[in-house]
T-cell receptor, first 115, second 116 residues
Framework: QKEVEQDPGPLSVPEGAIVSLNCTYS??????FMWYRQYSRKGPELLMY????GNKEDGRFTAQVDKSSKYISLFIRDSQPSDSATYLC???????????????FGQGTILTVHP | EAQVTQNPRYLITVTGKKLTVTCSQN?????MSWYRQDPGLGLRQIYY???????DKGDVPEGYKVSRKEKRNFPLILESPSPNQTSLYFC???????????????FGPGTRLTVL
């Protein structure tokens, strides 16, 4: 079983829709939770991160972590065609963890927002 | 300009012919890492380095070697490439591991490797 699981989609939504992207993880030692966005033929770029549990909001994006259920979410409000990309979740342990420094990614979800 | 550079960007080679993919960053970052990306599998970490002369295995280290002799460079070495190492490779860097969650984690442009 992969330590971070992500539904690869693809996901297609109309412009303006609310998008929900989700991951689950199995390693209780994970403390850092990140979302990356990757446009076609480009390297990933860090979009959002959360440390431990809770929510974090940045403009149209909200990252959510529920450690009790080991569930990671990214919400995109008022989605735009420019949001079309692959979204990858990732997790890492805190300092002192046995694998501190190791970053584990989900499979990535391909999102298309059509006008 | 702050950046991570990788060379070559594209490489076609044959089984067993040793190759090196270079990675260099100009930001004095401590942490560097290599990933491979394959369809349906996402990004998988190959090796990472916390600082000079400090390296550790990621999820898929078999068939790869790395070295970190100086802070700016982190080459990925395939001693005897095989077709299952055909993939898209990314190098990344960040100032420290506490930089995980900031916008200071940089990925290179990628190297597309084909092993025949």
């Amino acid at each position: 079983q992969k330590e971070v699981e992500q539904d690869p989609g693809p996901l297609s939504v109309p412009e303006g829709a609310i998008v929900s992207l989700n991951c689950t993880y199995s390693n209780s030692a994970f403390q850092y939770f990140m979302w990356y966005r990757q446009y076609s033929r480009k390297g990933p770029e860090l979009l959002m991160y959360t440390y431990s549990s809770g929510n974090k909001e940045d403009g149209r994006f909200t990252a959510q972590v529920d450690k009790s259920s080991k569930y990671i979410s990214l919400f995109i409000r008022d989605s735009q065609p420019s949001d079309s990309a692959t979204y990858l979740c990732a997790s890492a342990q805190n300092a002192g963890g046995t694998s501190y420094g190791k970053l584990t990614f989900g499979q990535g979800t391909i999102l298309t927002v059509h006008p | 300009e702050a950046q991570v550079t990788q060379n070559p960007r594209y490489l076609i080679t044959v089984t067993g012919k040793k190759l090196t993919v270079t990675c260099s960053q100009n930001m004095n970052h401590e942490y560097m890492s290599w990933y491979r990306q394959d369809p349906g599998l996402g990004l998988r970490q190959i090796y990472y380095s916390m600082n000079v002369e400090v390296t550790d295995k990621g999820d898929v280290p078999e068939g790869y070697k790395v070295s970190r002799k100086e802070k700016r460079n982190f080459p990925l070495i395939l001693e005897s490439p095989s077709p299952n190492q055909t993939s898209l490779y990314f190098c990344a860097s960040s100032p420290t591991l506490e930089g995980w969650g900031t916008d200071t984690q940089y990925f290179g442009p990628g190297t597309r490797l084909t092993v025949l």
